[in-house]
């Protein structure tokens, strides 16, 4: 499983926006961004309204939408590449492969509070695709796939205590849940309008298309 050790809290000072890489802390008053809204480091202070170039904006974008989703570059890059071989908008054709991606369709469900702990639990066979365990994050999850948590794994307090943040959810509506049979079935693909984000995927295509 790919790691990545950089603090998350200084990604999203360095991204000026909240990217949700830490669960329920990001919705607290520990929030690193709401304390101290601006980037890391020294001089974090006196650059947080510096003028930033195209590309530099470019980049920004790129780097929120890899970070949401806890990728490494040559990951994402793979994801760009795919979407811009497949008929449609790149854009709205890239954001739907990251959503259909096992560990983001986990935290969709709520079985996660961030994709960060539906990755470990995952790479940790606490999941079924089918009926069949699958312990690979980036898994590309299909519309009829039936998710659920193995019959070994529901017993545990991990696995207990997100079932039931279950009821506080709000249930996308392109994923069927059922809490009392600890599944899930992906109805279809997610619309454009269904993904809630501030990210400005068109800039992401043009900085892969320099």
């Not at 607290?28 to 510096?50: I, L, Y």
């Not at 935290?107 to 539906?118: E, F, L, M, T, V």
């Not at 997100?162 to 992906?186: H, R, S």
């Not at 400005?200 to 320099?210: G, H, L, P, T, W």
Request: glycine share 6%.
């Amino acid at each position: 499983m790919s790691v990545i050790w950089e603090a998350k809290c200084k990604m999203c000072r360095r991204a000026g926006a909240k990217l949700f890489l830490k669960g329920d802390r990001c919705f607290s008053k520990k929030c690193s961004f709401e304390t101290r809204a601006f980037p890391p480091g020294q001089h974090g202070q006196r650059n947080k309204d510096r003028k930033i170039t195209e590309f530099a904006t470019q980049l920004r974008e790129k780097q929120k939408l890899r970070q949401t989703y806890h990728l490494r570059e040559g990951q994402f890059r793979a994801y760009v590449e795919e979407a811009q071989r497949q008929r449609g908008v790149t854009g709205e054709v890239l954001v739907q492969l990251l959503e259909m991606r096992l560990d983001n369709v986990i935290h969709r469900i709520g079985w996660s509070p961030s994709r960060g702990q539906a990755r470990q639990m995952v790479d940790h066979r606490f999941f079924t695709v089918n009926g069949k365990r699958v312990n690979i994050p980036s898994y590309a999850v299909r519309p009829g796939d039936v998710i659920g948590i193995h019959e070994s794994k529901r017993s545990t307090a991990l696995a207990q205590a997100n079932a039931g943040n279950l009821v506080d959810q709000n249930q996308p509506k392109w994923i069927a849940i059922n809490p009392q049979t600890f599944e899930a079935t992906v109805v279809r693909t997610p619309e454009p309008d269904e993904v809630s984000s501030e990210i400005d995927v068109q800039k992401i295509i043009e900085f892969y298309s320099r």
